[in-house]
């Protein structure tokens, strides 16, 4: 938000003292003049002036409320929307009622904001209209604002002190390469009305700040010298070699520039060639299928709406591939901010369109296996508020992430909601009997559910094969068959199966009380599967192979490999391929499903089992030898590959050595080997005991800092590996690296 320039600044202190010293038309004439220059905040100072002068003016409530909720004073704008909508519903002020309901939202009054959006969609004729759209999204951020489960109970948000956060503006949070904060301010000397004095020195800049011992340093601008005019949202490629940054010069469009950071001085080698002559802000670099994708911000034909996101490849400097990354990231609104968390594989953004909290809300999307994206999901509470919530900065493999806000709470000479600031996320993961300080390694467990309790109760489960099948006479270990197309192929041969018997009733007592009932197992082992993988759960199928012994064992092992192989073929494939994500490991819930193939041939036949080509009707086609070519499924693991502890260091000293003691308690049954870990840097290690941990035991490790690390905050992450349960642990290392 920009303050009053200097001669409505001037004004505003020489007249403001003696309203009854000025008319009606001055007061509207200076304010007309501040909307037009974009100084919302002075003009509604201006307008306030007028209404003093003749209180009750429709027109001038109507010019104040406008430029109170483009100040972002919330709660005045909603008091004077509804005086207006009162006196006029709706003849000349037609968007009086959808402001008020926009406003009520903004400053939490969900009830009201709920009645008031219910009016605007009854009052609208066209039902497909932008305001009947609009009200039904807005009717349900309602609910989703007054649902008190829409809140992550293990986040923290920290609202960060000065001198970083001020009351002017800042916005869009970096953690740059060398681990500094970057973000942008505008910021200006203010005078004790918190207005400021001179705007020639107010413009958008980009600064860096570093944690020390007492909170964080004094930011410090970045100079310019290329570009003379703003400057803000800087982002990196990867490596970190070029900057890319938006950049507005006087009087002309935003674009995103590209050049690299020598020192104090951001130098720039001109606008990011691909981009074009239009508007294009907000950069974002992630790494992509072997090369760099860039997200941005633009209001450029072939959006859906107001500002959109907007996606390229970047390839030796380039932008290719320019295209909007479409619905339903994109709406009729504006969406904003855009972050790609390559762990998770979400896109995250802010909209003000999508239902929300109020104001812009912050939104994920996931990534589709064909390049575009899944339904927007609000983030809820408290990443977002009724204000305005930006800016996402998100990782969620460390924990962390940064967002910008105007909420309640932040610094504001002129108003609660007037100004941004920027805040801090902290993702706390609580574990079972695991603080900081102590790490528990749980041994295996199993949840106990209705129709997989029944399926584990029983004998294992087995799936039958035609001889040789599936690729016959190939010593491949995989498929791309799944175990339903092999099934099919069996069962058109179960006809010659009949022929080759004297006395079909074994072979049709094989087929539809084994063979048959093996395939409705695994599909009640598919439904029952899917909602614990959604609920997180990370299952192994442990799989056995057996072979009929026609071929050589070595020959039998590869078959068993391949039936294996159609099993996993056949999960990929199976229930509209809902399985997939949890088997690639991208599944948003974290569930993960893996087979353990435990593959053997010809000698754990069953004896007496004729191994004879010149007797085919006993070697292929009697009951004995084809109960032999099978797959069994003997166990179903619920396993907990992983735990992730955080691990606090707290102020850590540049170039001196730091040991934290760290225990590792055994609570398995069995000894304990602890195998080794993997650190991220040479900042910081593990320093583990040599020997086995007994049952009930501990592990007296240490985590050592080196003090070779940049001033700033500190995240690393040490892999401890062990024979146990869980094979990993990941310490989430933090502490803050002061000079």
């Known amino acids: 938000m920009k303050a009053a320039g200097p001669f409505l600044f001037m004004l505003l202190t020489t007249t403001m003292t003696d309203v009854n010293g000025q008319s009606l038309e001055q007061w509207t004439y200076w304010g007309d003049a501040a909307m037009t220059k974009g100084e919302y905040y002075g003009a509604s100072r201006f307008y306030a002036g007028a209404l003093q002068v003749e209180p009750g003016r429709m027109s001038l409530q109507w010019k104040q409320a406008e430029a109170s909720r483009l100040s972002n004073q919330y709660i005045l704008a909603a ?36 009645r008031t959006w219910l009016k605007v969609l009854e009052k609208e004729k066209d039902q497909s209209s932008p305001n009947a759209i609009r009200a039904r999204q807005a009717i349900i951020g309602c609910a989703i604002a007054k649902d008190p489960m829409r809140t992550t109970d293990n986040l923290e948000l920290e609202h960060l002190p000065g ?272 603080t900081k300080d102590t790490a528990v390694v749980i041994p295996l467990q199993g949840p106990t559910t209705g129709p997989l309790e029944d399926i584990l109760s029983g004998t294992p489960l087995k799936l039958y094969f035609h001889n040789d099948e599936p690729e016959p006479r190939s010593w491949a270990t995989s498929t791309g068959q799944s175990y339903r197309t092999t099934y099919r192929k069996y069962e058109a041969l179960w006809p010659e199966y009949f022929a080759q018997q004297s006395d079909p009733t074994a072979i049709r007592s094989f087929f539809e009380r084994e063979v048959a009932k093996g395939l409705e197992d695994l599909q009640r082992l598919e439904k029952a599967l899917l909602p614990l993988l959604q609920q997180g759960e990370h299952v192994t199928l442990e799989v056995r192979g057996h072979a009929s012994p026609l071929a050589k064992n070595v020959y039998n092992k590869n078959l068993s490999m391949r039936r294996i192989g159609s099993l996993r073929s056949d999960l990929r494939t199976a229930m509209n391929g809902a399985f997939v994500p949890f088997m690639d490991s991208t599944a948003a819930e974290g569930g993960v499903l ?70 590792i308690l055994n609570t398995n049954p069995t000894p304990l080997n602890i195998l080794g870990s ?62």
């Open 163 to 434: 001198p970083v956060n001020t009351y002017d503006s800042e916005f869009g949070a970096r953690i740059g390469p060398d681990s500094t904060l970057y973000f942008t301010s505008l910021r200006g000397e203010l005078n004790e009305d918190g207005e400021v004095i001179d705007t020639v020195d107010y413009h958008a800049r980009i600064f860096v700040a570093r944690p020390n011992a007492s909170g964080w340093s004094e930011p410090k601008a970045i100079v310019a010298s290329t570009h003379p005019g703003e400057l803000a949202n800087t982002t990196w490629t990867v490596g970190g070699k070029w900057v890319l940054f938006t950049y507005c010069p006087p009087d002309e469009r935003c674009r995103i520039h590209a050049g690299f950071h020598s020192g104090d001085d951001l130098m720039g080698a001109g606008p990011q060639s691909g981009l074009g002559d239009e508007m294009s802000t907000q950069p974002m670099i992630v790494e992509h299928a072997g090369g760099q994708r860039l997200y941005f911000v633009s209001d450029r034909a072939g959006g859906s709406g107001g500002m959109d996101i907007w996606q390229a490849d970047l390839r030796e400097g380039e932008a290719l591939n320019v295209a909007p990354v479409g619905a339903p990231v994109n709406s009729p609104g504006n969406e904003q901010g855009p972050w790609f968390d390559h762990s998770t594989g979400k896109l995250w953004f802010a909209s003000d369109w999508h239902p929300g909290h109020g104001g812009y809300d912050i939104f994920h999307a996931d990534l589709r296996s064909d390049g575009s994206f899944g339904d927007p999901v609000n983030a809820g509470r408290p990443i977002n508020s009724p204000a305005n919530d930006l800016y996402p900065c998100i990782d969620e493999e460390r924990g962390e992430g940064w967002l910008t806000s105007n909420r309640v709470g932040s610094y504001a000479a002129k108003g609660e909601t007037c100004c941004n600031d920027l805040y801090r996320l902290n993702w706390k993961k609580p574990i079972p009997g695991i």
């Open 594 to 663: 893996r087979l353990k193939e435990l593959p053997f041939g010809e000698d754990e036949s069953a004896s007496g089992v004729s191994d004879d080509l010149n007797d085919l009707k006993n070697s292929v086609y009697s009951a004995s030898a084809a109960r032999e070519r099978r797959i069994e499924v003997e166990r179903i693991l619920f396993t907990t590959p992983e735990r992730n502890v955080d691990v606090d260091l707290g102020l850590l000293q540049q170039s001196v050595e730091k040991v934290h003691p760290f225990p």
């Open 79 to 114: 008091e004077l929307y509804e005086k207006v909508h009162r006196k006029d519903m709706g003849r000349t002020y037609k968007n009086a009622l959808r402001w008020l309901g926009e406003m009520q939202l903004c400053t939490g009054a969900y009830d009201d904001a709920e």
């Open 678 to 739: 993997r650190s991220e840097c040479d900042c910081t290690f593990m320093r583990v005991p040599e020997g086995p941990v007994p049952p009930g035991g501990s592990a007296d490790t240490e985590i050592i800092f080196t003090g070779r690390a940049q001033p700033g905050p500190l995240f690393r992450r040490i892999i401890v590996i062990t024979d146990g349960v869980p094979e990993r642990i990941i310490l989430n290392i933090r502490g803050t690296v002061v000079e």
